[in-house]
């Protein structure tokens, strides 16, 4: 009877005994999705709430707890000491306990045992490569500062702390964010040991990747030329520095405006014409015959200069330095013209058993690069009438030939239909560097101006045009288009396009190069003014 009214006129205080009772028996209170009563025994009482089971017999089977006697309470040192408690529920969860930082790294992963309950659903990921470690260790190494002796020894994003985030002390465990600076295995000052990051494209130090180049693989622009000559030994087109193309056509020299892409008629001949060229300064076209004449012709004007004798046979090369003309011959000869002299021939060159079919100057006009159908390369000097370099490398008739006019010394040449291969030379010390097989004739060659590279044009049997990238002469890009022999090639004075010529009687101007940089350009502008003192 006295039981039944105390816990009527006082319902908290029954429930508080019954929760020291179990106190004192060595039960600890749960303090993690535990529900009171009901709301007013929770406002009424600022002590743990009972545990789970004891909720669970009042809410649902309504019958009391047995109340310890008074005489329990009364020892106050058996009583045990008020801890905070923090409430949660199910949609907000106490983390208080847990230590933030370690906890992250005890997600479920597949490459490492786990419970059943992360089992259920097997992994479907192959497992890790050795590139994909590789890569690992670069990502850590340039994003995240990582040592790389210490970040090769576990997987990247699946690091584990050695300690047991559970077992660690109350003085270890931090809050996620918090006002303190980074850590110090996170410093970007650890050496890099490992072979793979010492060549580490990323690296500030290091230089951006180069953004891979796209060529157009069909020609921007084409051109119908009528009986252009399906001759290898004939050099038929030829770009000047004022962005003229001149091409023969039969007996007859026609001029081409880059800028405003008007057709003009240089001259009528009479006879077959077999090579053109231009001076450096683009103003004046030096013409071969098939009688062998060379006629100077200005091209402003349209007026014819001189006729220059000196070949017995057909001109089928020329080649211009600053100021001297060389042309070259089925005769087997090479003269070397001064056009502001009186005489035609002021020097004449012999060595090759052979037609002249390929002539061209150094960029330091001191060199001149003969090619023949007898299979050899010369190299003169403009002071002596032998040649100082003689190549007997290739198989077949030299047309191509090319300076490089990045490294001096360095020239390229390419054989005809039995050899097929185009051969890199030093002039300097007089030896050959490289060798690599086209698989067809080589036509033509050409290097640019801009970058590193060389385009070769071919001919049987794959009649196609092909950008080089040098020294390693890997293929930057195939063009195709002629149905013949693709036997004239010149380049524009900006170094970026490249027009071509064969026996299909049509010309094809492509995008072949990169533009030259801001600085180079600016270079190569002004020199015209700043060269002279004033």
């Known amino acids: 009877m006295l039981a039944n009214s105390a816990s009527s006129t006082n319902p908290g205080r ?67 000491r008020r801890s905070k408690c ?74 584990r702390v050695a300690t047991d985030p559970r077992q ?13 600076s980074p850590r110090d295995h996170l410093s970007c000052s650890f050496p890099t040991t490992t072979p793979l990051l010492k060549r580490n494209p990323l690296a500030a130090t290091s230089p ?13 622009k084409i051109l119908d030329a009528p009986a252009l000559q399906d001759d290898f030994y004939l050099n038929l087109v030829d770009w000047s520095s004022m962005n003229i193309l001149a091409v023969g056509l039969g007996s007859a020299v026609y001029l081409w405006s880059s800028c405003t892409s008007k057709v003009t008629k240089l001259c009528e001949l009479g006879t077959m014409v077999t090579s053109v060229a231009w001076s450096s300064h683009g103003t004046h076209l030096a013409i071969g015959t098939h009688h062998g004449d060379v006629q100077l012709w200005d091209a402003v004007l349209c007026l014819r200069i001189r006729v220059m004798t000196g070949h017995t046979e057909r001109v089928g090369t020329l080649a211009w330095n600053s100021t001297v003309l060389a042309s070259g011959s089925r005769d087997k000869t090479i003269c070397l013209r001064d056009p502001r002299c009186p005489l035609d021939v002021t020097s004449t060159l012999q060595g090759h058993k052979q037609e002249i079919c ?38 077949a008739a030299v047309k191509a030939i090319a300076w490089s006019p990045h490294q001096p010394g360095l020239l390229a040449s390419g054989g005809g239909t039995a050899d097929r291969c185009i051969r ?41 045009i092909i950008v080089w990238k040098y020294p390693s002469m890997a293929k930057v890009a195939t063009l195709t288009g002629h149905t013949y022999r693709v036997l004239y090639l010149a380049m524009s004075p900006n170094g970026q396009t490249i027009v071509t010529g064969a026996g299909d009687e049509t010309l094809r101007f492509w995008n072949a190069f990169a533009p030259a940089p801001t600085s180079q350009t600016s270079s190569l502008v002004l020199p015209l003014g700043s060269q002279h003192i004033r």
């Open 14 to 80: 029954v429930l508080h005994s019954e929760y020291e009772a179990r106190l004192l028996k060595g039960h600890h209170p749960i303090t993690n999705n535990c529900k009171s009563p009901s709301s007013s025994t929770r406002s009424a009482s600022s002590r743990q709430p009972p545990n789970v089971e004891n909720c669970s017999q009042l809410q649902h089977r309504g019958s009391r707890p047995n109340v310890t006697s008074p005489t329990t309470k009364s020892h106050p040192s058996s009583a045990p």
């Open 86 to 159: 923090v409430y949660s529920d199910r949609f907000i969860p106490s983390r208080t306990a847990s230590n933030l930082e370690t906890t992250f790294d005890l997600l479920p992963d597949m490459a490492y045992p786990s419970s059943k309950r992360t089992q259920l659903h097997p992994p479907t990921n192959p497992p890790p490569t050795k590139n994909q470690g590789d890569l690992s260790l670069l990502l850590q190494r340039e994003y995240l500062g990582v040592d790389a002796s210490l970040a090769s020894s576990k997987p990247f994003f699946d690091r």
């Open 168 to 180: 660690s002390s109350a003085t270890t465990r931090r809050n996620l964010f918090r006002f303190q």
């Open 208 to 220: 951006p990747l180069a953004k891979q180049r796209k060529i157009a693989k069909s020609p921007f």
């Open 358 to 395: 390929g002539l061209k100057w150094s960029f330091d006009n001191t060199q001149l690069a003969s090619g023949g159908n007898d299979n050899k390369l010369m190299i003169w000097n403009c002071h002596a009438v032998h040649p100082v370099l003689r190549f007997t490398d290739h198989t």
């Open 424 to 464: 890199f030379w030093n002039t300097v010390q007089g030896h050959a560097l490289q060798a690599v097989d086209t698989g067809s004739q080589v036509c033509n060659l050409v290097w640019s101006k801009n970058s590193n590279e060389v385009v070769s044009t071919h001919g049987y049997s794959l009649n196609q």
